[in-house]
């Protein structure tokens, strides 16, 4: 079984608003963060946001910051990422991941499979 899986994806009009959530079927540290990427065809898979698992400290990437909400729920070991104001440019395979945090792919080892987010204008 995949240990984080991803939902929440669809087909939405730009300034439409979508929620993503991701499901851990790991146990989550509270020292790791989740993250949230996105990859767009030819394109390199980019951060967007993270929160650090116990103390739901964020950060985010300068472009989304404003428009996209991170969140978690521990009980649920389930972590959401709430876009807002989509735009065709949004359009992408988002991710969820978790590791140490950080800006890095290469901080994460863990990933989910992917949703696909297609904004029509």
């Known amino acids: 079984q995949a240990q984080l899986v991803e939902s929440g994806g669809g087909l939405v009009q730009a300034g439409d608003s979508l929620t993503l959530s991701c499901a851990s079927y790991?146990?989550?540290?509270?020292?790791?963060?989740m993250g949230w990427f996105r990859q767009a065809p030819g394109k390199a898979r980019e951060f967007l946001a993270a929160?650090?698992?116990?103390?739901?400290?964020?950060w985010y990437e300068d472009s989304v910051k404003g428009r996209f909400t991170i969140s978690r729920e521990i009980a649920k070991n389930t972590g959401r990422l709430q876009m807002n104001s989509l735009k065709p440019g949004d359009t992408a395979v988002y991710y969820c991941?978790?590791?140490?945090?950080?800006?890095?792919?290469?901080?994460?080892?863990?990933w989910g499979q992917g949703t696909q987010v297609t904004v029509s204008s």
């Open positions: 929160i650090r698992w116990s103390t739901g400290i964020t």
């Open positions: 991941a978790v590791g140490q945090g950080g800006y890095s792919i290469y901080n994460y080892a863990y």
């Open positions: 790991r146990h989550t540290s509270g020292s790791e963060a």
